[in-house]
C-alpha cells in the first residue's frame, strides 16, 4: 500500500551524475513501493544496442539518441495508458539535449521536435496540474566514472549541458524546477521535490 499518492508525476532530467537514479530510489521510498517509478531507458539501450560510451561523440551519436528518445517515448505512454502518476527516472528532453551537444550534424535535435511524440511528450510536460520537471544540475562531488556513460572531459563541458537543458526547457516553454548545489543532501532533496509535487507553481 502507498504511504503517500504521488499527485501528479515526478521526471528527473538534467546532466549524467547529478544523482537523478538516487532521487528517484529515495522518492519511491519516500511514497511506497509499490508507486510506479520508470527506470532509465538509457542504459538498457546502450546494453540492447551494443553502443558504448564513445558512440557518444561518434556519427552514431543521432541514432543512439533516437533509439533512446523512441523507447522513452514507448515507456511514458505504457505508464500514462495505466492512468496513473510514476516517478520518472529521465524523460524526453534527455536525448534531444545530446543530440543537440554531440551530434555530428549540429541540426539533428531539430528533427525531434517535429515528431508527432514530441508534441505529445511536450504537451505532457507543459502540464503542470499532472506533471512536475525538476532539472538537476552538477554537483562537484557528484560527478563519478560509472563506466558506461561518457563523462565530460571537464566541469565547464558538464555545467554547459546543464545550461542546454535549461536554454531547451525554456525555448520549448516546458515549466521546470531546479536542483543544484543548493540542495545536495538527498534528505533534503526528497523534502523539497515532494513540496513541489504538493503545492501550485
Known amino acids: 500500500m502507498l504511504s503517500k499518492p504521488l499527485k501528479k508525476s515526478i521526471y528527473l ?3 549524467q551524475s547529478t544523482g537523478k537514479t538516487t532521487l528517484t530510489q529515495a522518492l519511491q521510498q519516500y511514497y511506497g ?3 510506479p517509478v520508470l527506470e532509465e531507458i538509457a542504459r538498457s539501450i546502450l546494453n540492447q544496442k551494443k553502443y558504448s560510451a564513445d558512440s557518444l561523440l561518434s556519427n552514431q551519436c543521432f541514432q543512439m539518441q533516437t533509439d533512446i528518445f523512441d523507447a522513452q517515448f514507448l515507456e ?5 495508458d495505466q492512468g496513473k502518476f510514476f516517478i520518472s527516472d529521465r524523460n524526453a ?4 539535449v545530446y543530440a543537440k551537444m554531440y551530434s555530428w550534424n549540429p541540426d539533428d535535435w531539430k528533427r525531434f521536435c517535429k515528431t508527432p511524440e514530441w508534441k505529445i511528450l511536450r504537451s505532457r510536460y507543459k502540464n503542470q496540474e499532472n506533471c512536475l520537471v525538476v532539472l538537476m544540475l552538477p554537483i562537484t562531488e557528484f560527478l563519478v566514472d560509472d563506466g558506461t556513460r561518457l563523462m565530460p572531459q571537464d566541469l565547464e563541458e558538464w555545467i554547459e549541458i546543464g ?3 535549461q536554454e531547451f526547457l525554456k ?3 516546458i515549466p521546470f524546477r ?4 543548493n540542495y545536495s543532501g538527498i ?4 523534502k523539497k521535490v515532494v513540496f513541489w509535487t504538493e503545492s501550485e507553481y
Open 187 to 190: 534528505d533534503e532533496r526528497v
Open 93 to 96: 528532453v534527455d536525448p534531444i
Open 76 to 80: 511514458e505512454k505504457s505508464f500514462v
Open 178 to 181: 531546479v536542483l543544484g548545489e
Open 163 to 165: 545550461n542546454q537543458f
Open 33 to 35: 513501493p509499490e508507486t
Open 13 to 15: 532530467i538534467g546532466p
Open 171 to 173: 525555448d520549448q516553454c
